[in-house]
């Protein structure tokens, strides 16, 4: 008896929180119902027969709409309905994503000399994604970074990037993001708010993200990408050292350009090896 229907994405997950509302040919609403964890809609209250028009909705998705028929039983199985998120791009599914340092980088760009680039990198750190099952814009994520691990290529320049001079990372050993907010960009790009704590000081911090997609990998998980970009001002975090060398110029830029690629992996734990 009454109406039963399967909400999904197009990747198949379930939307939990979508709202199925049921009108008969006048217009007139005569059923509405939300779906439960599984994305199911089962309502048990018989219509009567005939020919009815389902209307699906749910936050951060475009509608969508399907017809039903009635039989004499009062029975109505609408089946799956595929919800498109808004602006065309399926998100990762809602719950906790934890990030795989060993397939992810977090690296950075300065000046040197004013004529060329210097790349590094940090090669310890943990982050975690929390996608909100309701808007989008309720997503979190925090990363913790060890600031002695540096490396950017030359043993000399990093303990000198270790020192006093710059990370001091005998009195700071962690840098830490956490989100604040998020706001969409574009299809697949958003805004990330933040506050970065670096060598002693908190500051806000935006980033521009972009969401690479979701698949699944080789040890039975699911795993999203993501691109990250930023730009730092070294003075922002009370690091001002510099060297001049001649004509004015500084051995180190003072800006520096931050690049994030990240494979994130659905839970709360990353797989055993």
């Not at 509405?32 to 309502?43: I, L, M, T």
């Not at 980088?105 to 300065?110: N, P, R």
């Not at 600031?147 to 700071?172: E, K, Q, Y």
């Amino acid at each position: 008896m009454g109406l039963t229907a399967k909400i999904r994405t197009r990747d198949g997950w379930a939307v939990s929180h979508a709202v199925v509302t049921v009108t008969d040919m006048t217009g007139a609403q005569v059923l509405r119902a939300e779906a439960d964890v599984e994305g199911a809609v089962r309502d048990v209250n018989p219509l009567a027969p005939g020919p009815y028009t389902v209307i699906v909705t749910a936050v951060g998705y475009a509608p969508a709409a399907a017809t039903a028929i009635v039989t004499a039983s009062g029975r109505a199985e609408v089946g799956t309905v595929t919800l498109a998120r808004q602006g065309g791009t399926e998100l990762p599914p809602p719950g906790p994503w934890t990030v795989d340092p060993a397939h992810s980088t977090v690296g950075a760009v300065a000046q040197h000399l004013g004529i060329s680039s210097v790349r590094g990198r940090f090669t310890d750190f943990a982050a975690t994604v929390e996608i909100a099952p309701d808007d989008i814009a309720k997503s979190r994520v925090e990363a913790v970074i060890r600031a002695a691990s540096i490396d950017t290529g030359n043993g000399m320049r990093d303990d000198h990037l270790r020192s006093a001079d710059f990370l001091d990372v005998a009195r700071f050993p962690e840098i830490t993001y956490r989100s604040t907010g998020l706001t969409p960009a574009g299809s697949d790009r958003w805004k990330v708010s933040g506050e970065l704590t670096l060598h002693g000081v908190v500051r806000p911090v935006a980033l521009d993200l972009a969401y690479l997609g979701t698949g699944a990998d080789p040890w039975g998980g699911t795993r999203a990408a993501f691109r990250a970009t930023t730009e730092l001002h070294r003075e922002d975090f009370a690091m001002n050292y510099n060297q001049v060398v001649q004509a004015g110029i500084a051995a180190i830029g003072t800006t520096l350009k931050v690049e994030l690629d990240v494979q994130a992996v659905q839970g709360e734990s990353l797989p055993q090896a």
